[in-house]
RNA sequence: GUGGAUGUAGCUCAACAGGUUAGAGCACUGGGUUGUGGCCCCAGAGGUUGGCGGUUCGAGUCCGCUCAUCCACCCCA
């Protein structure tokens, strides 16, 4: 009989790695919280319209990389593949707009799309997101790109680099468009099929393309930055200005585009040298008009998503941090009695808070030694007929070597005396 | 969706050109100390060589199919 495996591309997180990911989850809602931003979670699957209407029909997440399917009424639903339409889906749906005052949100939690696994890449993955809606001041562009940069140095990612680029306004948008479709079609034979669908379709997506010969096609190609109106250059501007003044480095990526159709005026992306063929950490930009696209008010939003497994895999290569057993008491039960006695005595000790675990099996003094020894445990508490006879136990240190005899009712004072010192 | 690589013990890997009973290190269990960890020594357990089929006197090894994993394309977190 086969033992039935995990769904592709949807990974166990083992208790090995809890600890990281509830490190930098901690972290990132520890420094949320300072900046004014309030935890909200949204259902994982939502009408399918929902992200067609949200993320663009032509993107390839909704043309290829949707998990849709039917409820029993025949309903096409769809799990979230990102976190901004939900967000913005519920924000409208509870009028939050009249009725709090509440505009920036985060959200910790599992996207799906289907794709071909590999490395930082998963059909179920993680990501923290970040939104602020009603604010369109690039202040708060800044802030926000700040923000993610923050909570990586924070949990110790330093080799991480902030791209930031200008898409404009729809407006500007469409006239560069038409300049750049111009251009790349002068040289139509030679750029790659791909790149013939988009200059059409999407044609900025080109700047995506690895082909050699479109890249260096591209090289050459106008760059929105020098078209997008006044209005926006002089947000794109005050952004930088903004960001010099927080002391964040970046570099302008005229290339940048990202693959999310409602992006508007900025867009950035965190990137690293060190994830394989996935270079980006995180990203994120502005999308002025997806809350009205969706029906809700016409309120400006910005935000920007990490991914979470990306995150833990540079956590694993750099910073090593070990599980940390030092508040463990492990018991060493020698004898029926004895097992009796340590089993209520465990009990016991955890009621008064300490992190307790046993021997359930009745094995040799020294197997129970070394298991106490392969968790990390601190103490040991040796338990044994002569003991119990006189009333003590027999405590050990695991870390000094040193054993001593205590009164049973003296245990808890001397435990938490120990522990506390170390 | 496309391409490439790899599947042998829990893990990392061996096994000459097809040839007996598929090995080693680490990990695991027990013992060396009638009740004491890490180091050391001894012993033990653990495999339908991913699965199915084919070639052959004989297949871990060769062939076909299949499944899985990884990497890359594509795209993104």
New binding site residues.
């Given amino acids: 009989?086969q033992p039935i495996?995990?769904?592709?591309?949807m990974?166990d997180i083992l208790p090995e790695e809890i600890a990281l990911w509830r490190f930098a989850e901690e972290k990132a809602r520890e420094i949320f919280q300072r900046f004014g931003y309030s935890e909200i979670r949204t259902p994982i699957v939502e009408k399918t319209e929902l992200f067609t209407r949200g993320i663009g029909e032509a993107?390839?997440?909704v043309e290829?990389?949707m998990y849709t399917f039917q409820d029993k009424k025949g309903r096409s639903l769809t799990l979230r593949p990102?976190a901004t339409a939900s967000i913005i889906r519920a924000y409208i749906q509870h009028q939050m707009h009249v009725k709090s005052h509440q505009k920036k949100f985060y959200l910790i939690g599992p996207?799906f799309?289907h794709?071909?696994?590999?490395?930082?890449?998963?059909?179920q993955?993680h990501?923290i997101n970040v939104e602020v809606f009603g604010i369109d001041e690039p202040m708060l562009d800044a802030e926000v790109m700040f923000l993610a940069c923050l909570f990586l140095r924070e949990i110790g990612l330093k080799e991480v680099s902030l791209e930031i680029n200008s898409l404009g306004c729809p407006n500007c948008r469409i006239s560069f468009r038409e300049i750049l479709q111009e251009y790349l079609l002068q040289y139509q034979e030679s750029l790659c099929p791909?790149c013939n669908r988009?200059v059409y379709k999407n044609p900025l997506?080109c700047f995506?393309?690895?082909?050699p010969q479109c890249k260096e096609i591209l090289s050459n190609a106008p760059l929105i930055l020098d078209f997008i109106c006044d209005s926006c250059n002089r947000h794109f501007q005050e952004v930088q200005n903004f960001l010099r003044e927080l002391n964040v480095e970046f570099i302008i990526n005229g290339r940048m585009?990202?693959?999310?159709d409602y992006y508007v005026k900025t867009a950035f992306?965190?990137v690293t040298e060190h994830l394989?063929?996935?270079?980006?950490?995180?990203?994120?930009g502005r999308y002025d008009g997806l809350m009205k696209d969706l029906g809700g008010p016409d309120l400006p939003g910005i935000g920007f998503?990490?991914?979470?497994?990306?995150i833990i895999l540079l956590l694993k290569d750099s910073a090593k941090l070990q599980q940390d057993n030092n508040q463990m008491i492990y018991c060493?039960l020698?004898?029926d009695r004895a097992r009796a006695e340590g089993f209520k005595l465990a009990q016991k000790l955890r009621s008064e808070g300490f992190i307790v675990d046993l021997s359930y099996?009745d094995?040799?003094?020294?197997?129970?030694?070394?298991?106490?020894?392969?968790m990390g445990a601190r103490m040991?508490i040796?338990?044994?007929?002569?003991?119990l006879s006189q009333g003590v136990v027999?405590l050990?240190?695991?870390?000094?070597?040193?054993?001593w005899v205590v009164e049973i009712e003296e245990l808890v004072p001397e435990l938490r005396s120990i522990l506390n010192e170390s």
């Fill in positions: 009989m495996q995990s769904v592709k591309g990974n993107t390839d997440i290829k990389e990102e996207m799309r794709e071909r696994p590999q490395k930082g890449r998963y059909r993955f990501q791909d988009r997506r995506d393309c690895k082909a585009v990202r693959g999310l992306e965190i394989g063929a996935q270079n980006a950490v995180g990203g994120g998503a990490l991914g979470m497994e990306r060493v020698l004898g099996e094995r040799s003094a020294k197997s129970q030694m070394r298991t106490a020894n392969k040991a040796i338990i044994g007929d002569d003991e027999q050990r240190d695991m870390h000094r070597s040193s054993q």
